[in-house]
């Protein structure tokens, strides 16, 4: 089944405490991207891989690291998170041609909250 | 201006009816567009894509576009009340071969009665 996954669903930690959420996909896209949603806010994007070894920040990508090693996967690495930090995770992934952009799958979310 | 915007509603329509959703967009460049559907705590499920003027439709699910006047709505036949859930609509404004820049609008909530 094509899929985005990430992991973990849910998690709850304390200010300052290195987090990684993991994203990975199996449709062979070349494009991933990593969003926050916030009430009142909408979707928000923090970063964006066009492919292996390329990545390059969104909207928000304060407090934010990622890294794509492989093309399936594409963490997102909080290294000191902060409680303003707290929001819904969304990965996506698509193929890319040209100046369209074919359609982006989403992960089921990760709901991060930071005490 | 906001790059993609949205009545934040609630929209609310009896069942059976057509529900009509709106966007406005601010980038002439834009050349994709995309309606997802989001159930409250749900990621963002694709429902439609559009990329040319007109109409297309899907089911009970029919998307117009108009660059000259920068709109793109959906249309949902036969409303359901399963079709309750926010309505987001995304564009695409980026314009470089492979580039792409998905920008969100807020979302119309749409309630549908039975």
């Known amino acids: 089944e094509a899929q985005v996954t990430q992991n973990p669903r849910y998690l709850i930690t304390v200010t300052g405490k290195k987090l990684t959420v993991t994203c990975s996909q199996n449709?062979?896209?070349?494009?991933m991207s990593w969003y926050r949603q916030d009430p009142g806010l909408g979707l928000r994007q923090i970063y964006y891989?066009?492919?292996?070894?390329?990545?390059d920040k969104g909207d928000v990508p304060e407090g934010y690291k990622v890294s794509r090693k492989e093309k399936r996967n594409f963490p997102l690495i909080l290294e000191s998170p902060s409680p303003n930090q707290t929001s819904l995770y969304f990965c996506?992934?698509?193929?890319?041609?040209?100046?369209?952009?074919?359609?982006?799958?989403f992960g089921p979310g990760t709901r991060l909250t930071v005490t | 201006q906001k790059e993609v915007e949205q009545n934040s509603g609630p929209l609310s329509v009896p069942e059976g009816a057509i529900a009509s959703l709106n966007c406005t967009y601010s980038?002439?460049?834009?050349?994709?567009f995309f309606w997802y559907r989001q159930y409250s705590g749900k990621s963002p499920e694709l429902i439609m894509s559009?990329?040319?003027?007109g109409d297309k439709e899907d089911g009970r699910f029919t998307a117009q576009l108009n660059k000259a006047s920068q709109y793109v709505s959906l249309l949902i036949r036969d409303s359901q009340p399963s079709d309750s859930a926010t309505y987001l609509c995304?564009?695409?404004?980026?314009?470089?071969?492979?580039?792409?820049?998905?920008?969100f609008g807020t979302g119309t909530r749409l309630l549908v009665s039975p």
């Open positions: 996506a992934s698509s193929s890319s041609m040209g100046t369209i952009s074919y359609e982006q799958y």
């Open positions: 449709m062979n896209h070349e494009y």
């Open positions: 891989s066009m492919n292996v070894e390329v990545t």
């Open positions: 980038d002439r460049g834009s050349q994709s």
């Open positions: 559009i990329y040319s003027n």
């Open positions: 995304a564009v695409n404004t980026g314009r470089d071969t492979g580039f792409q820049k998905l920008v």
